[in-house]
């Protein structure tokens, strides 16, 4: 998740209760959920403050399409597979590319650039193939 404004202000993590993490400006939200999976928590934090490393776009799209330390880690993603399966609505709302929350308007570009690649593929594969 990426938005503008990013800097070096210690970050306020706010608990929300839809999607799973997000980042805006300085602060990190994270679904209060996610405090009952401590290691899931951590993992999401962790994503969340690399959002905070860089400020370019290059850095939003290095942290949510490279692998991380976790991708290959088999405990880790059988947690989040349990994760998923119980808590479908959380993870069916991290593909919103944009929502609506306490009167202002959000968006999340990792998705919108996801669904541009998506719609790119399907347009070269129906008239070049
Ligand atoms: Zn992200």
């Known amino acids: 998740m990426n938005k503008n404004n990013k800097s070096n202000k210690k970050h306020i993590i706010t608990l929300i209760d839809h999607g799973i993490g997000y980042c805006t400006n300085n602060v990190i939200e994270i679904n209060r959920i996610l405090l009952e999976y401590p290691d899931l928590f951590e993992e999401i934090l962790e994503h969340e403050l690399e959002h ?4 370019s776009l290059m850095n939003d799209i290095k942290t949510d399409f490279l692998p991380n ?3 290959f880690n088999f405990k880790r993603n059988l947690q989040w597979f349990f ?7 959380f993870s069916l709302q991290t593909l919103r590319p ?3 929350n306490k009167g202002a308007l959000n968006y999340n570009g990792s998705v919108i650039l ?3 690649f998506f719609i790119l593929i399907f347009l070269i ?3 070049y193939f």
């Open 83 to 89: 994760f998923h399966l119980k808590h479908p609505i």
């Open 52 to 55: 905070f490393k860089g400020s």
């Open 69 to 71: 330390k976790y991708s």
């Open 114 to 116: 996801s669904y541009l």
């Open 98 to 100: 944009v929502w609506h």
């Open 125 to 127: 594969m129906k008239y």
